[in-house]
Structure formats: structure tokens, C-alpha cells
């Protein structure tokens, strides 16, 4: 019996390879960089073994780990740990249950190697035997076709090691031209078409990671690939090149059939996109030029592209629905992994985000609708390129605010959340992440994005699961249950998390920063646990935020400062609250009116 095989990631460092060398071994793999589905697709698809990316951001992987080992459905699933620095969290990994921890940058043999006790049983061999069926595409990557031919620069310093290379490739249909040194490679990617670059860490005068930097300033990750070269045991330089951009690596002394799958996979994948600059640029619908991949999803991709028919050429948001990972003969593996039944419920989902947009794309704070098209079988949206910065990127970068940047933000989210309500519209996915702030610091405006889970009020749900992000989620939408004042809950927690720069969690407490009390019950009555006990309405906080004002115009002269450490009396309407608030308080808050008359 072929064995099931789930990967958790963020879609980074060597995964692609690693999901390629698993379905060529004969073992059915399933990926996601969904967190929100991963539990639910391990509950539903059972698989043999778990490969769980530990460095998650925000320790997402380790908490995952906690869930799939309480879960009585998934607790005795083996959980294989990989990790860039494994040694150090062998201890902890093992004490949470998992039965192994590996090195996440391992070479696919190796690392396959290590997981045959895990599995029952002996892998078949890497590369498929001939007459042995092609394997299954793999999910969350476009489907890879013949491999690309292209131009390949071998940087490496020793002489014999890049003459190695580039005669191997040449043999393989490639052109290969070599470079002895960093600033020979720069000066040869500046004066011809390279599509992709084998670039050792280790050189004198400029190493590789050097090279690379200068680069990455001119050419994304999509429109030159650059495969780092190093020693096995230069993990440093490995980590260090991924953080700097670098597509993938091989280790030295270089393994040409390993080097060459990987120079095909991200020769495949930039030719498809019309990435490669020995291509003619290709045009999705006639109009869009893909200029980098934005990231990858449970169902399909995201680029960042331009209009070429348009003055300007502006930039656009370009979503693709590949059927590769949700389609599949009925009871197969692949429509399990991605809980649908059929390829027509995902179309349907699809064609219901560009309908949304569609309809909301009037609100100048909201994405609009701007394509909805098939080509070559494939599905695409495209959508307006809202302008501004992630909250998340600026909460990470040590951005925190005052009351008055809070209730700024408050006001102009509820406008626009009111607008989405009255027009029957649940986002169901505010978050960080998915807000944008844009202008002048004086003129601060906000953008909500991504439609993905949005959902008509009264539409049928396509299947009964949690939609949403942990943390920021309401309650009743772990039911399924989502509510227009779900949205309420989840503005309530990103403002939380601005403030106070604690992310939400139900494990711990923390020390709230300073806030005006009536602010602070506003917040408190959002994010109550029962929705009944919630605001019911946009109208009805941005009422209780006029309150605010009209209670102290007379400190309007105040200082900033003084507006954010003054307690403030409270209006009759919020007393209220304070006297019935029950005892479902969010972590973020302790009581700093304790005492107040």
C-alpha cells in the first residue's frame, strides 16, 4: 500500500525538492502553507507521516505540533521535525512528541534515508524505474513539464570544479558559461541573458553571498534563480544565502544528478511563468506580465504583474487557481488532501472571490475586479495592486501606537467593514497581514485585501470547516458559524496586537500599554468571547468612539502624550458595559481601572 506523506511549510528553502524526491520515491504527498487547513487536511487525509516545518514564524510550527498531538484523530501519527538548527531543538522536539528532528537543508537522499523507519517500509529507488508511471504533480507547485533548456553561469574560483560542471551541462543540452569570480559573474549577468546562476559561497576577494546581495538589488528570485554552492558542513553560509534571496542549494563535491533536478525545476517553473530572460515575455490574457511570484497557497498562486495595454504599465495582483492541486479522480488521495469533493466546487469558490470584488471594488479602500479569465485551462483574477505596508511587516519592525493612531484606524476599518456588511459581506480573515497602511505619516489611510475567505451573508458554505486565522478568529467561526460581528472581533485583536505589540493568545497574560478607559472598554466589548455580548454593528462602535470625543472636546489641546496617560471618565453608555461585562476577557487585557468610581 502506497504510503501518504503531509508536508507543513512556509513554502521556503529546500521544500520544492524535497516534495519532488518524496513522489518520485512512489510515496503520495501532500503539502500546504495553509496553517489555517493543516489540521483539519491531517484529521481528514490520515497520513503515514507528518513533516512539520518547526521555524514557523511566530512558533505557528510548534503550536501545530501541540495540536496534532492532542488531536485523539492525529496523536499517533508520527511527526517528523525539520529545522535549519535541529541540534539544538532535538530536546525540545522530542519532548513534544515528535520522532525525529532532521536538518530541513538536507540533501533529499539523506534525509530520505532517515525517514524510512518512520514509514514501515523501504522507498523505492529515487529516480523511477523505466515504464513506471510519471508521478502525480505535486500540491502547491505548478506542474513541471519538460525541463526548460537555458543559459547557466557556473561561478566557482576552482578551475577544474566549474570546468566539471559546465561540461556536464553542456551535455544535457544547456549553455553553460563559466566565471572565476564574483565581479566576472556580475559583469557577465550586467552585459547578457542569464536565466539561471550556480554560484559558490566559498571565493576569495568577493565570496558568493557578496555576489549574491548585489544581485538580488536588480533581479528578483522569479527572473534569475541562483543555486548556492557549498561545503556540506557550511551550514551557516547556507542559512545566510536563503536569507539573502538564494532559490536553492547543492552541496560540494556536487552531485551532477542532483544539481541538474534542481537546475530543472527552477529552469521549469521560470519558463512556465515566462520568466527566463532568453524567453519572449509570455502574456496571461493578453495584458499581464508576471514580474514575481508573491507566494503560493492550499489552491493556487499569487504574482505581482503588469498591464502592458495600460499607460503606465501599472502593477496588478494576478491570483491563479491551479486544478493540479485540487482536482483528482473521486476518493483520490489529492481531492482529500485539499478537503473538496470536486474540481467544480473550487471553480466555484474562485469564480465567488471575483464576484465579491466585483461588487466591492467601488470602495476606494477596497481591491476592484479588474479580469477574470481561462487560459490554457488554467483560472485567473486579476485585481487592483492596493499601495502600503502589511501591519504585520510593521508590527515586526517595532511599530507601536497611540490611542489617537488606534481610534484613527478604528474609524476608518469600521467604514469600511460597514460597507461590506450592509452589502451582505463577512471578510472573515482580518488580520494583520491583510491590512495595509498607506500615505504620509500624517495621512495615514488604510487598505483591506485578500477576498479569499470572504462570504455572502446566507450563502451555503461549499464545506463545513473553520475559516479563519488563529488568534484573530472569533469563536463561532470554529463553529462555522461566522457572524458580521465576527469581523468586529478580529479588527478588535489587530488593534490589540498594535498597541500593546503582543500578538493574541490564549496562553498567557501581558502588560496592556496605557490606554484612555473608555478606549479600553470599546476594545474589550469587541472582542468579546459571545457574540451576543459582542458589538453588534460597525455603526454601533464608531457611536461609542463619538462618545470619546464628545465627552473631551475640551482636551483636544492637549498633547498626544498627555490625551494617551489622562484617565478619562467614562460615558454613561460604557459604564454600562463595565457594570455587565462578563468574565470572557481576551489575554491582552488586565483591568487598569480596577477602582475607578
Known amino acids: 500500500m502506497v504510503k501518504k506523506i503531509l508536508g507543513i511549510h512556509d513554502g521556503g528553502d529546500g521544500w520544492p525538492l524535497i516534495h519532488v524526491s518524496l513522489k518520485a520515491s512512489g510515496f503520495e504527498v501532500g503539502v500546504t502553507d495553509d496553517l489555517r487547513m493543516s489540521l483539519e487536511m491531517a484529521v481528514l487525509c490520515h497520513p503515514d507521516l507528518i513533516l512539520l516545518d518547526l521555524d ?15 488531536n485523539p484523530s492525529t496523536a499517533a501519527i508520527p511527526v517528523v521535525g525539520l529545522s535549519e538548527y535541529p541540534i539544538s531543538l532535538r530536546d525540545r522536539a522530542y519532548g513534544e512528541g515528535c520522532v525525529a528532528c532532521e536538518f530541513k537543508l538536507e540533501a533529499p ?7 524510512r523507519p518512520w514509514l514501515g517500509e523501504e522507498p523505492l529507488p529515487l529516480h523511477p524505474s523505466a515504464g513506471s508511471p510519471a508521478p502525480e504533480p505535486v500540491l502547491g507547485l505548478p506542474e513541471l513539464k519538460e525541463p526548460a533548456q537555458g543559459t547557466v553561469l557556473v561561478v566557482d574560483d576552482d578551475p577544474a570544479a566549474r570546468r566539471i560542471l559546465s561540461r556536464y551541462l553542456k551535455s544535457r543540452g544547456y549553455q553553460a558559461i563559466e566565471a572565476s569570480s564574483g565581479p566576472e559573474a556580475l559583469e557577465i549577468v550586467a552585459q547578457q541573458p542569464i536565466d539561471l546562476v550556480v554560484l559558490d559561497i566559498m571565493m576569495p576577494q568577493m565570496n558568493g553571498l557578496e555576489v549574491l546581495h548585489l544581485l538580488r538589488l536588480k533581479h528578483s528570485t522569479g527572473r534569475l534563480p541562483v543555486i548556492m554552492a557549498s561545503a556540506m558542513d ?33 529552469l521549469a517553473v521560470a519558463s512556465q511563468l515566462g520568466l527566463l530572460p532568453s524567453q519572449t515575455p509570455k502574456l496571461l490574457g493578453g495584458h499581464y506580465q508576471i514580474e514575481r511570484p508573491l507566494g503560493c497557497g492550499g489552491f493556487g498562486c499569487t504574482y505581482l504583474v503588469r498591464d502592458q495595454h495600460r499607460p503606465g504599465k501599472p502593477l496588478c495582483v494576478l491570483k491563479q487557481l491551479n486544478p493540479t492541486t485540487v482536482s483528482g479522480e473521486a476518493g483520490s488521495p489529492l481531492s482529500a488532501w485539499q478537503g473538496l469533493e470536486t474540481l467544480s466546487a473550487a471553480l466555484l469558490g474562485f469564480q465567488q472571490e471575483a464576484e465579491m470584488l466585483e461588487r466591492v471594488g467601488s470602495h476606494p479602500h477596497l481591491p476592484q475586479l479588474l479580469a477574470y479569465f481561462e487560459q490554457d485551462q488554467q483560472h485567473y483574477l486579476v485585481q487592483q495592486f492596493m499601495p502600503g505596508s502589511p501591519l504585520d511587516r510593521l508590527q515586526a ?21 460597514s460597507y461590506l456588511h450592509q452589502d451582505g459581506i463577512i471578510h472573515r480573515d482580518i488580520k494583520p497581514a491583510n491590512i495595509l497602511q498607506a500615505g504620509d505619516p500624517d ?18 458554505p461549499i464545506y463545513s470547516m473553520f475559516i479563519g486565522t488563529d488568534g484573530y478568529a472569533s469563536p463561532e467561526q470554529y463553529e462555522g ?18 498597541l500593546t505589540g503582543q500578538a493574541p493568545s490564549g496562553q498567557s497574560s501581558c502588560q496592556v500599554y496605557p490606554l484612555p478607559p473608555t478606549l479600553w472598554h470599546i476594545l474589550k466589548k469587541m472582542t468579546e468571547a459571545d457574540p451576543n455580548r459582542r458589538y453588534a454593528s460597525c455603526e454601533a462602535v464608531l457611536q461609542d468612539l463619538d462618545l470619546i470625543e464628545a465627552e473631551h472636546e475640551p482636551e ?4 498626544a502624550q498627555d490625551r494617551l496617560l489622562t484617565p478619562l471618565a467614562l460615558p454613561d453608555q460604557l459604564r454600562k458595559v463595565k457594570q455587565t461585562a462578563g468574565s470572557a476577557w481576551p489575554t491582552h487585557f488586565r483591568d487598569e481601572s480596577a477602582g475607578m468610581s
Open 56 to 70: 514557523l514564524s511566530d512558533l505557528a510550527g510548534w503550536k501545530l505540533l501541540q495540536q496534532l498531538k492532542t
Open 109 to 115: 537522499p539523506i534525509l530520505l534515508d532517515r525517514l
Open 397 to 417: 519592525q517595532g511599530s507601536r501606537w497611540t490611542a489617537p493612531q488606534a481610534i484613527h484606524f478604528l474609524r476608518q476599518m469600521l467604514n469600511i467593514l
Open 481 to 498: 458559524q461566522p457572524r458580521p460581528n465576527s469581523d468586529l472581533y478580529a479588527l478588535g485583536q489587530v488593534t490589540l496586537e498594535m
Open 443 to 460: 495621512q495615514v489611510t488604510y487598505n483591506l485585501v485578500d477576498f479569499g475567505a470572504a462570504v455572502s451573508r446566507g450563502d451555503q
Open 234 to 266: 557550511d551550514r551557516d553560509g547556507i542559512v545566510g544565502a536563503f536569507d539573502l534571496g538564494a532559490n536553492d542549494y547543492i552541496t560540494k563535491p556536487i552531485n551532477f544528478d542532483i544539481a541538474l533536478a534542481r537546475i530543472q525545476s527552477q
Open 556 to 559: 483636544k489641546a492637549a498633547s
